[in-house]
């Protein structure tokens, strides 16, 4: 079964990294045919993607965050992982991994809330 | 960036009616649009993918239509289980999603 979870600190202080780690079970990671990507939604809000990384470490990212994300993949241990700098309360939000597949993405993890708090 | 706008923001209807959610892009995406459904606590799920095509294990009662800028997603026959938050998402370009529209039933 396909399936995918994501880990990591749930409270980041202001002006910190957030670091975020999603695990793959059931597909092999290094697959030429996914990326695999960041998304996340604030509290009461819509989505809003981060970014991508591809089996051979190729990144993809939203503009609007570009300067501050960092997406990379671990094939050895089936997981890719997030890390975005310089946090502010703006960046509260549920974040969840996604295989995407052609521009859909077609399985999620469950989300994991992380709180910027001072 | 292509901007996704949705309406209504929250619809009610009742067990058995139907429902159209609307969604509308900023610039033509062509087919490529989904839709996903989000249900409280819960992951989204892909409901739809190219506008029309329903993902693996949706039932019939959901179907899209749409290309260029103007999309909908029409659910037939409303059951209990369908109360959620729908999205949809646009690929032409680097992804992003409308705000949602919230289905009560």
């Known amino acids: 079964q396909e399936q995918m979870q994501e880990s990591g600190p749930g409270l980041v202080k202001p002006s910190e990294t957030l670091s975020l780690t999603c695990s793959v079970s059931g597909d092999s990671i290094s697959s030429s045919r996914n990326h695999w990507g960041w998304i996340r939604q604030p509290p009461g809000k819509g989505l809003e993607w981060i970014g991508n990384v591809f089996y051979s470490g190729d990144t993809y990212y939203n503009p609007s965050l570009r300067s501050r994300v960092t997406i990379s993949i671990d094939t050895s241990k089936n997981q890719f992982s997030l890390r975005l700098t310089s946090v502010t309360a703006a960046d509260t939000a549920v974040y969840s991994c996604a295989r995407f597949l052609s521009g859909i993405f077609d399985l999620w993890g469950q989300g994991t809330l992380v709180t910027v708090y001072s | 960036e292509i901007v996704m706008t949705q309406s209504p923001p929250t619809l009610s209807v009742s067990p058995g009616e139907r429902a159209t959610l609307s969604c509308r892009a900023s610039?033509?995406?062509?087919?490529?649009l989904a839709w996903y459904q989000q249900k409280p606590g819960q992951a989204p799920r892909l409901l739809i993918y190219s506008a029309s095509t329903r993902a693996t294990g949706i039932p019939a009662r959901f179907s899209g239509s749409g290309s260029g800028t103007e999309f909908t997603v029409t659910i037939s026959s409303l059951q209990s289980e369908d109360s959620a938050v729908y999205y949809c998402?646009?690929?032409?370009?680097?992804?992003?999603f409308g705000q949602g529209t919230k289905v009560e039933i």
């Open positions: 998402q646009q690929y032409n370009e680097w992804p992003t």
């Open positions: 610039q033509s995406v062509s087919g490529n």
